[in-house]
């Protein structure tokens, strides 16, 4: 497998909101933020060995922090939903 498909796909994203819609064959993975739709189904179909039918990407905007008297933003990020073939799964134990 190429180094190059483990940057793009950073981890997946396990919350409450993300496990009820992967009862629907989809799944949420933080991404690298400069990476495109094309890309990240690439990296999906290569590394979990399943088909991509879908993405929808969103683009997580960076929130002002203070630490004290320092202040800051947090890192931009990017989120990417998969939607699956039928009658596929991704294991994310």
Do not use: C, W
């Not at 993975?29 to 990476?35: L, M």
Request: zero cysteines.
């Amino acid at each position: 497998m190429d180094t190059k498909y483990l940057e793009i796909i950073k981890a997946p994203v396990i919350t409450e909101k993300s496990g009820v819609i992967n009862q629907n064959g989809k799944y949420v993975f933080k991404v690298d933020h400069r990476a495109s739709k094309t890309e990240i189904k690439m990296a999906i179909e290569k590394i979990f060995n399943v088909h991509v039918k879908a993405i929808q990407t969103i683009t997580v905007k960076p929130k002002k922090k203070r630490v004290g008297r320092y202040s800051g933003f947090t890192n931009r990020a990017k989120k990417a939903i998969v939607t699956l073939a039928e009658g596929e799964e991704i294991k994310l134990d």
